[in-house]
């Protein structure tokens, strides 16, 4: 399965959440972007790349999140 970085959307994780959920690897600001490596509970990385003003929030690395 192949993701789009830029349409992947991040959210804390939640127990009712839908999607899938994953823990936050690392996170890299480049200027305008943020890349958000996150890495599932099977061992599946999958990386975001958050631009034009969407916000991380307060996810950091280590941090559960909701992949939508």
């Known amino acids: ?18 999607g899938l959920t994953g823990t936050v690897r690392e996170m ?9 490596e996150v890495v599932t509970a099977g061992g599946t990385p999958i990386v975001a790349h958050l631009t034009d003003g969407r916000s991380v929030g307060d996810l950091r690395p280590g941090d559960s999140t909701t992949i939508e």
């Open 28 to 36: 890299v600001f480049r200027g305008p972007a943020t890349r958000i």
């Open 1 to 18: 399965v192949m993701l789009r970085p830029e349409r992947v959307s991040l959210q804390p994780a939640t127990p009712d959440a839908a």
